[in-house]
């Protein structure tokens, strides 16, 4: 069971629990979503703003294109063979401070890639 980012009849952001099953919708409640960021990702490893982090409660993190590994402990540095895989087109939400301050992430392969990143209250 994976928990990630998805719209409900209406075009609402909500939580979706995925399964082998498919989608069911866990979580209808809505954020106010007050800043965002467009984050090239290389060869370098990257966090998310920690100015925009600090007045978040929540961060949307969706990938655009070209796949991303990414750990959620500051302790933890991804690489390109270490950490979680986020798919392209794919996205995660970080649902509280310390899950927003550990993100980190780093490009899975050969070509930037393109990350957008919502933050809500």
Do not use: C
């Not at 979706?16 to 099953?21: G, I, K, L, T, W």
């Not at 978040?56 to 993190?61: F, H, Q, S, T």
């Amino acid at each position: 069971m994976a928990l990630m980012a998805g719209k409900n009849e209406r075009g609402q952001l909500q939580d979706v629990a995925v399964s082998n099953e498919g989608a069911t919708f866990t979580r209808p409640e809505g954020y106010n979503w007050i800043d965002s960021e467009i984050i090239t990702v290389s060869s370098t490893v990257l966090h998310l703003d920690a100015d925009k982090v600090r007045k978040a409660r929540v961060a949307l993190v969706e990938v655009q294109s070209t796949d991303i590994r990414y750990t959620l402990s500051s302790n933890s540095v991804p690489s390109t063979t270490a950490g979680h895989v986020l798919y392209a087109t794919g996205a995660i939400i970080l649902e509280n401070g310390f899950e927003m301050r550990g993100f980190r992430m780093i490009r899975d392969g050969g070509s930037d890639a393109t990350v957008v990143v919502s933050y809500g209250m």
